[in-house]
């Protein structure tokens, strides 16, 4: 099983990135799919989720309005698109896999949000 993040990186407030988590060695469209992000100082925090066939998706009060979550399953990859980037933003972004006992996480990528 592997999650590999990518996209991360450092950008001015209110600019935008689009993070990106391929999954491979599990069957993916069968798994729940979540963003969570992890600042120094701060609990780890669930950011967005997609459930699969991408049918419910939930945002935290945070990010809601400025992130978005979507998933191709053909492709074996999630996407966050996050725009009007705050200083807040910065953290570890990690890609998470849930179903039922099975929990599978990224090793995380930077975003950094500073002019």
């Known amino acids: 099983v592997q999650l590999v993040e990518s996209g991360g990186g450092l950008v001015q407030p209110g600019g935008s990135l689009r993070l990106s988590c391929a999954a491979s060695g599990f069957t993916f469209s069968s798994f729940t799919m979540r963003w969570f992000r992890h600042a120094p100082g701060k609990e780890r925090e669930l950011v967005a989720r997609i459930s699969e066939s991408s049918s419910d998706t939930y945002y935290a009060d945070s990010v809601k309005g400025r992130f978005t979550i979507s998933r191709v399953d053909a492709k074996n990859t999630v996407y966050l698109q996050m725009d009007s980037l705050k200083p807040e933003d910065t953290a570890v972004y990690y890609c998470?896999?849930?179903?039922?006992?099975?929990?599978?996480w990224g090793p995380g990528t930077q975003v950094t949000v500073s002019s």
């Open positions: 998470n896999a849930w179903r039922w006992a099975y929990d599978y």
